[in-house]
T-cell receptor, first 111, second 113 residues
């Protein structure tokens, strides 16, 4: 089993749609969770951290379910500029700073 | 305001040639990492340096060596390049044990022919 698993997609949605991505992780001791965004042929960039109580940043909402070991990202009112690959990221060995990256979910927002 | 700087951005090597990928960060981060990214494989950790003076193997270290030259710089060396090392290489840095996430460089696109 991979340490971090995501549905690779692609998810093709029209502008204005709401879309949700899920991710599961295998290490129940993981404590830090993130969503990264990667545009084509660019480096990954931190989109948002994921907190236990859930958190929101504009049109983006992240949720964490520790019991089921999954993380979600909800994007409301999708924009063309949201088209990218979204990487689910979880910390690896505790206190090493190492992060484990999922393979990513590709989102295409169409006019 | 540079963040993480990688050089070169593009490189073409012949099989058997050697080269060093350079990475430098100006955020006073303790930890630095080298990843490769291939289609369908996601980001795979090659080597990392938790702090100045230490380096450790990641998931795919074979064919690579690293040097943590000082707190700012972490280089990746290919001693004898192979076509299987054609990839996009990303350097990243972080505070270390405090997980604020990584900051990535813009990547090096390497082709080995």
């Amino acid at each position: 089993r991979k340490e971090v698993e995501q549905d690779p997609g692609p998810f093709n949605v029209p502008e204005g749609a709401t879309v949700a991505f899920n991710c599961t992780y295998s290490n129940s001791a993981s404590q830090s969770f993130f969503w990264y965004r990667q545009d084509c042929r660019k480096e990954p960039k931190l989109l948002m951290s994921v907190y236990s109580s859930g958190n929101e940043d504009g049109r983006f909402t992240a949720q964490l379910n520790r019991a089921s070991q999954y993380i979600s990202l909800l994007i409301r009112d999708s924009k063309l500029s949201d088209s990218a690959t979204y990487l689910c990221v979880v910390n690896g060995i505790i206190n090493t700073g190492k992060l484990i990256f999922g393979q990513g979910t590709t989102l295409q927002v169409k006019p | 305001n540079a963040g993480v700087t990688q050089t070169p951005k593009f490189q073409v090597l012949k099989t058997g040639q050697s080269m060093t990928l350079q990475c430098a960060q100006d955020m006073n981060h303790n930890s630095m990492y080298w990843y490769r990214q291939d289609p369908g494989m996601g980001l795979r950790l090659i080597y990392y340096s938790a702090s100045e003076g230490t380096t450790d193997k990641g998931e795919v270290p074979n064919g690579y060596n690293v040097s943590r030259l000082n707190k700012r710089e972490f280089s990746l060396r290919l001693e004898s390049a192979a076509p299987s090392q054609t990839s996009v290489y990303f350097c990243a840095s972080s505070h270390g044990t405090i997980n604020y996430g990584y900051t990535f460089g813009s990547g090096t696109r390497l082709t080995v022919v």
